[in-house]
């Protein structure tokens, strides 16, 4: 929790609901494998301020819709749905269980803006303002499968598009959007060496 309240001034209601994903994610965690084990001590870095990442590019307004593309447990969607409660989050990923965690532990810990959903990003219908994922995916693929679902109409600071935490060298990925995304080293914002070869992307679209 300290790692959260060195980079974001958080509400009584975000502190306790932080609090409560340390309880729950190793709980969930040791039924359905959603976070690597080794990986679980490190949640509230790896995983938490990692999603919380995008809240540093953007604040998203109020009423923005934003979808989550194969969330997995629930990263980033549900720090971000913490962060932004005035905002409307869908979350979405082809596997049932690991939508079943995500579905849990939102109830659990009492976000009234999010919703968990068991399909493939293709059958995926609504439109959004943002779509959001963690390393899911070449950008190009991601792009081909949710332009559909950008919104015409804009609200925010920064055009609707897609916005992609990743890691790692991301040349060939980012080489026919080179014109138009974005690209921000983590490192710029979080001092932790597990920053430093993570990157978030942002394509208008």
């Known amino acids: 929790m300290e790692i959260l309240r060195k980079y974001f001034t958080l509400t009584p209601l975000q ?8 309880v729950l ?18 949640l509230y870095e790896h995983h938490i301020l990692h999603s919380l990442a995008i809240a540093r590019l953007i604040s998203f307004k109020p009423g923005t819709q934003i979808m989550d593309v194969g969330t997995g447990g629930g990263f980033p969607g549900i720090p971000l749905a913490i962060m932004f409660p005035e905002c409307k989050f869908l979350l979405v990923d082809s596997i049932g269980k690991k939508i079943k965690v995500a579905t849990e532990i939102a109830q659990t810990i009492g976000l009234q803006n999010v919703s968990c959903v068991q399909e493939r990003i ?20 991601l792009v081909k499968l949710t332009r559909k679902n950008i919104a015409k109409q804009q609200h925010n600071a920064l055009p609707n598009g897609l916005i992609c935490l990743k890691g790692g060298e991301l040349q060939a990925e980012m080489q026919p959007f080179r014109n138009i995304a974005e690209q921000t ?3 710029t914002w979080f001092d932790e060496e597990y920053f430093k070869t993570k990157k978030i992307l942002y394509l208008p679209l």
């Open 15 to 22: 502190e306790q609901q932080f609090a409560a994903l340390g």
């Open 25 to 42: 994610y190793p709980e969930w965690n040791a039924k359905i494998n959603v976070i690597s084990r080794k990986d679980i001590d490190n």
């Open 122 to 141: 293709e059958d995926e219908k609504g439109t959004f303002d943002f779509i959001v994922s963690r390393a899911v995916m070449p950008l190009g693929d």
């Open 185 to 187: 080293a983590l490192s």
